[in-house]
């Protein structure tokens, strides 16, 4: 079976299934599992760099949408159509984050007998999961599918034994800079399953900006700063636009050191198996308990 994915989150799925050997195109942004998605053929290009615009140049750019650190996509239908494949993944939950369903369907229904094409609109942890088994289905390991959504229930399931019974942090998750955009979706399951309470979104909520006077309103005991589509070193880089703003030093969250900076491309802002190790990581920062692999400052570290 070929697989195009046009998703970063259904990549990772793929590789959760053990198939990325049948993986024949992927998107510029499908960068886990490295080595073996670093040869597969790219089918889409960013229409700007990220790199040269700052964040409010960023989100201007996409039209002010959700999610805006991942860049804008162009899909190459001819590309698309040499690979010939049995089936195409992608979503319809958000354009910035991928190609639009829409694009798709144009390009897929041209193509010579007609690939299946799945669209994954998880919003919460349990669609995250459930997403595993309806794509293992299609691909037709619907078993195994199962057995690896068990596993990460089982583990998100240890990292709540491992955090019940403590102190709730109060925790803002800011998934975007300039404009503040507070992480909605499957992230404030996260933050709950790990031992926090979720401030300034709902689970599955689909957000839209903040300003930052409901940041200092909230009173945050933790603040988590994981921008869309950004690896931490670029957010740090744009620290400033939350350092600067008035009344940043009388924080709750920045007076007792607890400003985070995790890796949002890779655990918290993609619906994919790997928002189980963003709960992980998170009962790490919220309570300094070990739940999986210790947290390397790849992960997550203090912004000082």
Known sequence: MRIVSLLPAATDIVAQLGLTANLVGRTHECDWPPREVADVPVVTSAAFSSDALSSREISAAVGGSAHCGSSLYALDAEALAALAPDVVLTQDLCDVCAVSYEAVSRAVRVLEGGPRVLSLEPRTLDDVLDCLVTVGELLGVRERAERRREELRDRLTAVRGL?????????????WLDP?????????EQITCAGGEPLLAAPGE????????????????VLLVLPCGFPPERTVRERDLLTSLPG??????????????????????????????????????????????PVSTAEAFLLS
């Not at 503040?180 to 404030?188: D, E, F, N, Q, T």
């Open 248 to 293: 940043w030093a009388e924080l709750p969250a920045v007076r007792s050191g607890a400003v985070w900076v995790l890796d949002g491309p890779a655990y918290f802002n993609r619906p994919g198996p790997r928002v189980v190790r963003g709960a992980e990581v998170l009962a790490h920062v919220l309570h300094g308990v070990l739940a999986g692999d």
């Open 206 to 221: 689909h957000t839209k900006p903040m300003t930052w006077e409901a940041v200092r309103d909230a009173r945050p005991d």
């Open 163 to 175: 955090t019940a019974g403590r102190g709730r942090p109060r925790v803002v998750a800011v998934e």
């Open 180 to 188: 503040l955009w507070p992480a909605g979706h499957w992230v404030p």
